[in-house]
C-alpha cells in the first residue's frame, strides 16, 4: 500500500506531479471514458496539472480499496472549489482500477462521475462527502475469488441475471438521494478490466444499446438512439448471489456524444 499511499497523498492531494515519475512507469496508461492518456509525461502529467489549476485545492478522499496480488481497486471522491465556476465547490465520486509490476503503476481504469460534478459547479450547491476509509494504507491483499468473477461478469453480461439481487448496488450520486438514471437499455457489454479480493469484484467495461434517458431534456430527442456509456464498479459478493457496492458510469460523455449527434457542436468541458 506504500505506493498508494504516496500515489494519494504526496501527488495527487500535494498537487506534486514530480512524484508521477517516481510512482508511474514512462509508458504509463490512463484509461477514463472514451479517451486514453498514454505516456506518462506527454500525456498525463500535463493533464492533471490542468485539473490542479482549475482546482487549486482538489483534493482526494479514499473510501474503499482492495488489493490483489499485482491490481488494486480503490473507491474515491475528489472535491474542491473551481476556478472557472466563480469558486463553486463539488464533491464527485470515482473508481479507479490499478496495475503494477511490483515496484511503479502501469496501468489505470477509472471512471469519475463528472456529471454530478457538473451539476454542483452549475447550481453552486455542493453534495456531501462521504466518510473516508478508516485505515486504507493498512489494507492486505486478498486472494482471487472466481466465483465471484464469474457471477459479477455473468450480471454484467447479462448471461446470468436470475437470483442474481443487485438490489444493493448504488449507481453514480444514487447515494446522495437522487434516483439513478436509467441510461441506456444494453445489448452487450465490454469488460476491458475485472479481478476480485476475496468475495470483492472489481470491474472496468463499456455498456453499449439504445439510449432510455435520465440526461436532461436537451438530448430527449436522442431516446432510443444508439449508444454506449462506460463504467466502472466495486461490488462485493455475498451468500444467495446478492450483489451490493457501487457503479460509477461516465455519464458527462455519454451525454457529450448525444448531444454531438443531435446538434453537432461539442459539449465544453466543465
Known sequence: MSLMRRYVVDYTNRHDTTVCREIMEPDYVLHMGRFDLAGRDDAYIPAVRKQFEQFPGLTLTVHQLVASGDRLAMRFSEHGAS?????????????????????????????????????????????????????????????????????????????????????????????????????????TTDIHELFSAANTVAFRGVQHGTYLGGLGADVSNRLDCPANVHLAGLLTVTEGHRLSGRIVRDRLGLYRALRHAATGRVEPST
Open 83 to 187: 476556478v472557472r465556476h466563480s469558486g463553486h465547490r463539488a464533491a464527485w465520486a470515482g473508481i479507479a482500477l490499478y496495475r503494477w509490476n511490483g515496484s511503479k503503476l502501469t496501468e489505470n481504469f477509472v471512471e469519475q462521475d463528472y456529471f454530478a460534478r457538473r451539476r454542483q459547479l452549475g447550481d453552486g450547491v455542493c453534495d456531501p462527502l462521504e466518510a473516508p476509509a478508516p485505515a486504507p494504507w493498512d489494507t492486505t491483499a486478498e486472494p482471487a475469488n472466481p466465483a465471484a468473477e464469474r457471477l459479477v461478469r455473468d450480471w454484467l453480461t447479462a448471461e446470468w441475471t436470475d437470483g442474481v439481487d443487485a438490489r444493493g448496488v448504488a449507481y453514480d450520486d444514487e447515494w446522495t438521494g437522487r434516483d439513478p438514471a436509467p441510461l441506456i437499455a444494453a445489448d
